[in-house]
């Protein structure tokens, strides 16, 4: 059965995507969350964020302006936290 998986970016932006493409492999559903900080211009950011593009994966922030060029979605702190029951497993990273 497919899992539901919520993965929280905060402070390890770079590890904690590349965890989040990781759990892609067993086809379980992944969500990004970036909570609260702008991802940084890191290169391996950059190539972790087109990765997940790549694959489907939906990222949401609750920082206004991090990453609309980039298309995420935002939503508040309150409509992430009432999304986050939703979910199987919410790794914060």
Known sequence: ???RIAVLVRKRQAE???MAIGLTLA???VTVFIMN???SD???ITMNLEMLGEV????LSNKQDAGQEKGFEQLTTEE???R???????IPY
Request: net charge negative.
């Open 1 to 3: 059965m497919k899992k």
């Open 27 to 29: 086809d379980d559903e």
């Open 42 to 44: 890191d290169a391996a």
């Open 84 to 90: 986050l029951t939703e979910f199987d497993t919410v």
């Open 16 to 18: 904690a995507l590349r």
């Open 37 to 39: 900080i702008p991802l």
């Open 80 to 82: 992430i936290a009432g």
């Open 56 to 59: 489907g994966v939906r990222i």
